[in-house]
């Protein structure tokens, strides 16, 4: 019976096309996403700088009051697109970072993240935020309260 | 009685083989008396007795023997000037020394100042590397605690921003 036999080969096309244009998608897009997170005390009681923040630090003094910035840690992890890292930072702070997705935009490679900062004991995040930038440069966050009147910046690149 | 001449005579005699020591006090005296009467008998006396009295020129060669350094001393004291003179000469040359000492000290000084504006004068490496900070963000979604105030403020001419929470407690 012909009629049968022709909507198994239309259905077994379809799924072959399928494969074939899963299989066309670029590999780089999946691959895991390298996420570095520097945790940073500001404070106005303080002038040292952390070496690594200088070029930083001189910005930021431009706009707002703080004179001392001390690089507290460094985080990096590898995480799955998709995947969601969950880190201490400082003062009880914590980061959830999840890599969204990879995307190429006029050859340069970009890269769509969530991140969320929570204080212990709360239900809610300080911050939720969704955003892309280019792979591996550092967007600055902040400024969540610490003791003495410092508070805290952070750092986040993925790439 | 003997001529006062002859008597002169001996007595000259005895002056000059024997010195005055051979004549009285008074014969002396007389004897200095004719002779300064007597320019000519001086004269004759001059050519005929001794520059020294044999006497005094015994007691003055004894002297000076005495007084003259030995050969031994003689060549003791070559010895010592010989030695002498080295340090003498050393001691002459302190001067060419010191100078010869701040020859390698300006040169060593030289060198320093050429390795200070060389170290001036090259430009230094950060000592870290700068960061790369975002200049393309955008922001697909952001929410932020119940009473906190976002911003996203301008940091640098390159078009980084920094997303600020104004925190309702600050």
């Known amino acids: 019976m012909p009629r049968p036999v022709h909507v198994v080969s239309l259905a077994l096309a379809l799924m072959l096309s399928g494969v074939a244009g899963a299989a066309d998608e670029p590999k780089d897009n999946r691959k895991p996403v390298d996420v570095d997170i520097w945790v ?5 009681k303080s002038k040292d700088i952390s070496p690594e923040l200088k070029s930083f630090a001189d910005k930021l003094k431009q706009r707002f009051k ?53 204080k212990e004991k709360e239900k809610k995040p300080r911050m939720n ?9 550092f ?20 790439k | 009685m003997s001529r006062p001449v002859d008597n002169l005579d001996d007595a000259l005699q005895a002056a000059i083989s024997r010195g005055l020591d051979a004549l009285t006090p008074d014969q002396v005296e007389r004897l200095a008396a004719i002779l300064d009467e007597r320019p000519d008998l001086a004269a004759q006396l001059a050519d005929r ?12 060669a004894q002297a000076e023997r005495q007084s003259l350094p030995s050969t031994g001393a ?52 950060p000592t870290a590397p700068p960061l790369r900070l975002a200049t393309d963000l955008e922001i697909d979604r952001l929410e932020v605690y119940d009473g906190d105030t976002p911003f996203v403020v301008s940091i640098g001419d390159s078009g980084a921003v920094i997303i600020w ?3 309702e407690r600050s």
Do not use: H, M, N
């Open chain 2, 74 to 125: 003689w060549s003791r004291a070559w010895d010592r000037i010989a030695d002498a003179q080295p340090k003498v000469a050393r001691r002459t040359r302190v001067g060419p020394q010191i100078l010869r000492l701040w020859r390698p000290l300006a040169a060593v000084a030289a060198c320093l100042v050429l390795a200070a504006a060389w170290w001036i004068g090259t430009p230094r490496p």
């Open chain 1, 66 to 118: 703080y004179t001392g910035f001390r690089l507290e840690r460094k985080i990096k992890e590898t995480v799955d697109l998709g995947k969601t890292l969950t880190t201490s930072l400082t003062g009880g702070y914590q980061a959830l970072v999840t890599p969204k997705a990879r995307e190429k935009d006029k050859g340069a490679e970009r890269l769509a993240l969530q991140l969320q900062v929570l």
């Open chain 2, 49 to 60: 007795i001794p520059v020294i009295e044999p006497q005094l020129a015994d007691a003055l």
């Open chain 1, 40 to 44: 940073i005390r500001a404070s106005t």
């Open chain 1, 129 to 137: 935020i969704e955003y892309k930038l280019e792979a591996g440069a």
């Open chain 2, 165 to 167: 929470v104004l925190e």
């Open chain 1, 139 to 158: 967007q600055p966050f902040g400024a969540w309260d610490l003791e003495g009147g410092d508070v805290l910046i952070i750092l986040l690149s993925a």
